[in-house]
């Protein structure tokens, strides 16, 4: 069994967005966001979102 098959889904997915963020072109960012946004994991949205009060709701 590889490190992978380990990982909680959610964590497997989060690392995928990060590299997918981290080599994205500009052209294909926005469709990228989109996919985060739009993930199950409310979490996802949360932590994609540049800027968020002491409340955790975004400015």
Known sequence: MSAVDDEPPEHVRYAAYRRGLAGVADAGEAALMLEV???????????ASPVTSTTGRPC
């Not at 946004?37 to 932590?47: K, S």
């Open 37 to 47: 946004l739009g993930d199950p994991d409310r979490v996802m949205a949360e932590a």
